[in-house]
């Protein structure tokens, strides 16, 4: 790497990476609270992971300025397996999933991104926005009226002090001056300190403490294999995001292998698994952060704040963080989505709809994505396989008839090409022109099968031109209409 790009990736920005990974890191650590107690562990199970796959995917992820921390996707696959067999095996998995990923990365499946469409993106994250802003009920909920007006005043500061300066995030701004309120007037609402115990020392490394056999491989490879699906899943939506928004590129195939490095590490530092998180993303980019050292900062930060500072930390109200992700939430909602429904194809409607209604039902995004991702190729078959058209001319002075076949060939369109010749017509010979047309699976040759076969029941000659290279060795591999007893394989099958 150049002396050029390091400077450009790391130190092009340091005054607002700096700021921006504070208020990343304070937005953070409630966060990794909370997705601790979700999987069953000790806080401090969440917040060292958080410190370390920041740190780790700042030096070695594909995308500068993506924030990468313990997340609750990660946490929710975690739960079993930690109530059936302990934190040690938590760990165990966790390297393993960090090991699954490097070789993902090694394997370039991120390439895999190119077959999940826009419409999948968008509604990803309109999904995400809507949990962010479900997470944040429940601190909004049986509450007095003094946490609802701390987080309007934060919400205020946010959204108005741009207006005077931009040279210190809003979020930050917010965070310090409702602290200050609360801690002035002696208000009795919730606080970081009330989420859990934070931890008071360094993390160690340390091996998991499990057998090495493959009783215990047994125990951890699946849910390291679902947690290395759903981090690669979450990263590089985030990745592509974080892309649109600083309108940069990112590197796909590097920051697989960085998030798997970073796992790995954690896993002997004593945290959970996770992966790049849209909410801190957001706000690291709406902070004014770009660069890789707004990542390391915000992990950095994190550590020396949650063991040097505390008692400091503990007093931070809850109501001040929930003014930054609800800014979080509105800020990652797509609005121009809802407005396109109307003008957009109703299939990319659909697509975008059915992503969010699966990922805010099931909480999993894994599972929200398989289906927009699933539903879009339904409809772009669905779409390809109506762009194929035959004409027919007559010839040999009506003793003939000559077919053109222009399009694509293939499961969704197969059907279409063998309904769309008269086989009852008396003709002596049939030319089946395909030049125009290309034949991609063995349905579609089994299409081509029953054209030629009917009309030589019919007693019709049947010549077929013009297959290009590729659909000629598919048809000559596969094909049974040149082969005896081809008739009655085909009225067998």
């Not at 001056?177 to 002696?186: D, E, N, R, S, Y």
Request: aromatic share 8%; charged share 15%.
């Amino acid at each position: 790497m150049s002396l050029k790009k390091v400077r450009q990736e790391w130190l092009s920005n340091v005054p607002n990476d700096l700021l921006a990974g504070l208020v990343v890191a304070l937005a953070l650590i409630p966060e990794a609270i909370a997705f601790s107690i979700i999987a069953g562990v000790d806080p401090k199970v969440g917040l060292y992971a958080s410190f370390s796959i920041a740190v780790m995917t700042a030096i070695a992820g594909g995308r500068p300025g993506m924030i990468s921390a313990a997340t609750g996707a990660m946490a929710l696959v975690m739960v079993t397996l930690v109530k059936e067999h302990g934190l040690q095996y938590l760990l165990a998995a966790t390297v393993l999933t960090g090991l699954l990923q490097i070789c993902a990365g090694w394997m370039r499946l991120g390439v895999l991104m190119r077959f999940v469409s826009r419409s999948v993106i968008t509604g990803f994250v309109n999904a995400l926005a809507i949990l962010i802003f479900m997470a944040q009920l429940p601190e909004l909920t049986g509450v007095t009226w003094h946490v609802y007006a701390m987080t309007a005043a934060g919400l205020a500061i946010i959204y108005l002090l741009p207006y005077l300066t931009r040279a210190i995030p809003s979020p930050l701004v917010a965070i310090v001056v409702l602290t200050g309120v609360a801690m002035f007037l002696g208000l009795d609402i919730r606080t970081v300190g009330d989420m859990g115990t934070l931890p008071d020392s360094l993390p160690l490394f340390l091996l998991p403490d499990v057998p090495l056999n493959l009783e215990t491989l047994a125990i951890i490879f699946p849910v390291s294999a679902t947690l290395a699906v759903v981090g690669l899943l979450e990263s590089l939506m985030t990745a592509s995001i974080v892309d649109d928004l600083t309108d940069t590129p990112s590197d796909k195939y590097r920051e697989c292998v960085g998030q798997g490095l970073a796992n790995v590490a954690t896993g002997f530092l004593g945290g959970m698994a996770g992966c790049a998180m849209i909410g801190q993303s957001v706000i690291n980019v709406k902070s004014g952060g770009r660069a890789r050292l707004s990542t390391l900062a915000a992990g950095v930060f994190l550590l020396l704040m949650v063991v040097f500072l505390g008692d400091w930390v503990a007093r931070i109200p809850m109501a001040a963080l929930v003014a930054v992700m609800i800014m979080v939430s509105i800020g990652t909602f797509s609005w121009a989505s809802l407005r396109n429904l109307r003008t957009h194809p109703g299939s990319s409607s659909v697509v975008m709809l059915a992503t969010v209604v699966v990922v805010v039902a099931t909480h999993d995004l894994a599972k929200g994505v398989l289906v927009g991702v699933m539903l879009s190729g339904v409809f772009f078959a669905h779409k390809v396989g109506r762009l194929l058209w035959v004409r027919s001319t007559s010839c040999d002075e009506g003793r003939g008839r000559h077919y053109h076949v222009h399009g694509q060939v293939f499961f969704a369109s197969a059907e279409r090409l063998a309904g769309s010749f008269d086989y009852k017509e008396a003709i002596e010979k049939v030319r089946i022109d395909v030049s125009h047309a290309h034949f991609w699976d063995i349905t579609a040759v089994s299409a081509l099968d029953k054209v030629v076969i009917k009309f030589r029941r019919e007693g019709a000659e049947v010549e077929v031109i013009g297959l290009n290279e590729a659909s000629a060795t598919l048809v000559d591999k596969f094909s049974v209409h040149d082969k005896e007893g081809a008739a009655d394989m085909l009225a067998a099958h």
